[in-house]
């Protein structure tokens, strides 16, 4: 028995590894979800699905040849693949050529050709059997395949009511088996149980008996519902102003220093548009000298304001610019006093686009008081970060469904100005679903 065990993102991964490792006709034993990373800091392991696969090996060892001077050809014995064979299967399996009567029976078999070749003879015909059952696992390699799929979707199934078992709230789901299969997916990419069991319902009631039976097109399905679901803007398009001043809020370690840098020099960039950009270090704790760096790299002016004043003479002095880039300093939401300073500085509906910006590595319950405190100021939409620190970006759709903020940006890494991109719906549904397998 051949054992190994995979620890992989989804189920998918896990296959193409035991094809590539076990062959085909391994079988998936268990699978369970568990945590990678720091084992004192769970908080932010990485969940991964452990799953344990088999193969039932059959040793294979070439024919073990005996031949005394005084053995003669019914005495011999041959081992393949590990089974002895008896006397009367090697007859049948390969006939002797009968001895002409009149030649003596020789003692020593090299001088006898026909007791020499009967080795040969027999390796020849295990030679066929073994070219027989390749081919016969060549042949039944499709049914393989369907029998494994199967299996998949067997474990999904069982990893479903496992998590289901653990929260307790869907005793009573009882869905088709692709519904099921995808709201496990959801479930394991980090959406909340209520909002993934109401999608599923929804979508049981709205597709068709036969359109169930259809993994794709129930998988299509739910792109829409989801899609139907999240809002987004054209990044800096979205403002309407002829003047476009967007200010960058959150807490500390968001990644808000960098993605100011990022729009900055798209603007510049792409849009040929004349940028200048502020930074606000009244918590002494934004990273002046990181900005500055950045803007004398891309040839823009920058503005250091500590108070309200300062901001509307920087802002003024900007009048000819088509785009100003505003960054903070990190704040705890927990703090009363800088929730009330950045409402003096940005609550102006109307000339300012406030956008939060959020870490997609945060849990939920964080995600929820962030953007609970900092409501203080008028939000206008909100920037994910970090995309390739995390695995699930579920809470993206959970914060979505929460407080109903327009999505401007996704960044996917440190580089400046490559890793930045405008949220779109079908992106973010990718993330969900992986329709396109990146």
């Known amino acids: 028995m051949n054992l190994k065990r995979y620890r992989v993102n989804n189920i998918q991964e896990a296959l193409q590894l035991i094809k590539k490792d076990l062959g085909p006709e391994a079988v998936i034993v268990s699978t369970r979800q568990v945590k990678e990373g720091n084992k004192a800091f769970g908080l932010f392991a990485k969940t991964m699905l452990e799953v344990t696969a088999a193969r039932d090996d059959k040793s294979q060892a070439k024919p073990n040849i005996q031949a005394s001077s005084q053995a003669t050809a019914s005495g011999y014995r041959a081992t393949v693949n590990g089974m002895p064979r008896s006397e009367s299967a090697t007859a049948l399996a390969s006939p002797e050529v009968p001895t002409p009567t009149s030649k003596p029976v020789q003692s020593n078999p090299a001088s006898d050709p026909y007791k020499a070749l009967q080795p040969l003879r027999q390796e020849i015909q295990d030679l066929r059997e073994l070219i027989q059952n390749l081919g ?151 990273a002046v000298e990181q900005l500055r760096t950045y803007a004398k790299i891309i040839n823009v002016p920058l503005s250091i304001v500590s108070d309200k004043a300062d901001l509307d003479r920087a802002i003024a002095s900007y009048s000819d610019y088509d785009v100003i880039i505003i960054d903070t300093g990190g704040c705890s939401q927990r703090d009363e006093s800088q929730m009330f300073e950045l409402r003096e500085l940005f609550d102006e509906r109307g000339r300012l ?86």
């Open 136 to 286: 016969d696992r060549t042949a039944s390699y499709e049914g393989q395949t369907v029998a494994q799929l199967k299996q998949e979707l067997g474990e999904m199934r069982y990893m479903l009511h496992s998590l289901a078992s653990r929260t307790g709230q869907t005793d009573d789901l009882n869905l088709p088996e692709n519904l099921m299969v995808l709201y496990q997916q959801l479930r394991f990419s980090g959406m909340e149980e209520k909002f993934a069991r109401r999608l599923m319902l929804e979508a049981q009631k709205n597709i068709a008996e036969d359109d169930l039976q259809n993994f794709s097109y129930v998988k299509i399905f739910i792109a829409r519902m989801l899609m139907k679901i999240v809002k987004t803007t054209r990044g800096v398009e979205s403002i309407t102003a002829p003047q476009k001043i967007f200010t960058l809020i959150g807490p500390t370690g968001v990644g808000k220093t960098t993605t100011a840098a990022k729009i900055a020099s798209e603007q510049l960039l792409r849009y040929k548009r004349k940028v200048a950009m502020i930074t606000i270090d009244t918590f002494r704790i934004a």
């Open 353 to 438: 686009h406030n956008v939060l910006v959020l870490s997609s590595t945060t849990k939920d319950s964080d995600l929820n008081e962030i953007t609970r405190r900092f409501g203080v100021v008028p939000i206008d939409s909100v920037i994910f970060t970090k995309l390739d620190e995390s695995s699930s970006y579920g809470s993206i759709f959970n914060h979505s469904i929460r407080f109903k903020k327009p999505i401007s940006f996704l960044t996917t890494g440190q580089k400046v100005p490559e890793d930045i991109e405008v949220a779109t719906k079908e992106r973010l549904v990718d993330l969900m679903l992986n329709i396109s397998g990146n």
